[in-house]
């Protein structure tokens, strides 16, 4: 019977402590959320994608197309290859979520843990098809909005428990 205490006095220290979580912090508001999300809203058109490591990744084309209604912002690139790769970023009452639908064969799906006047940061929440938790998978995104024309974004890889060099796009508004 001395179990029960115990079991009860975790699980209080779990509630009570969010550091315990497992789920990103988020450090923004209900009304932010909706700014962030009317910025991804504005990008629809095409963007001439420049990679910062033009070694790792070749420039491209990017594409965003608001979907649904206007509840979705989907972002393509390297469209038309066997590396395409598709984003979805949506409001879920007021939080800002996004799934990535990786060349890697997963779907990391994220959750903006910082927003602020010219940039909104996702970490990942939870990975789908993603069997080896050693494997790769996108774990963080940054998008920084430069001007209505210029925008920016970071993405960073983990494989291993290890964080990989972030690879950065600087996109101009080409339509």
Not at 108 to 122: D, Q
Not at 150 to 173: A, K, V, Y
Request: hydrophobic fraction near 35%.
């Amino acid at each position: 019977m001395k179990l029960l205490p115990v079991s009860i006095l975790f699980l209080t220290a779990l509630i009570v402590n969010p550091g315990c979580s497992t789920t990103p912090r988020i450090s923004y508001s209900p009304e932010s959320a909706a700014e962030a999300f009317s910025r991804f809203r504005a990008l629809d058109g095409d963007w001439e994608s420049t990679p910062a490591s033009p070694e790792t990744m070749p420039p491209s084309t990017v594409t965003y197309h608001t979907i649904a209604n206007g509840s979705a912002v989907v972002e393509t690139i390297f469209k038309d290859t066997p590396h395409e790769m598709t984003t979805v970023i949506f409001l879920d009452g007021d939080q800002l979520l996004m799934t990535h639908y990786c060349a890697a064969r997963n779907q990391p799906h994220m959750k903006a843990s910082e927003i602020t006047n010219g940039s909104v940061y996702f970490v990942t929440d939870h990975v789908t098809n993603h069997g080896d938790p050693n494997d790769l998978y996108m774990g963080e995104a940054e998008w920084i909005f430069t001007d209505e024309n210029h925008i920016s974004t970071h993405w960073r890889s983990f494989q291993d428990g290890e964080s990989g060099d972030p690879l950065i796009f600087n996109m101009t508004r080409i339509d």
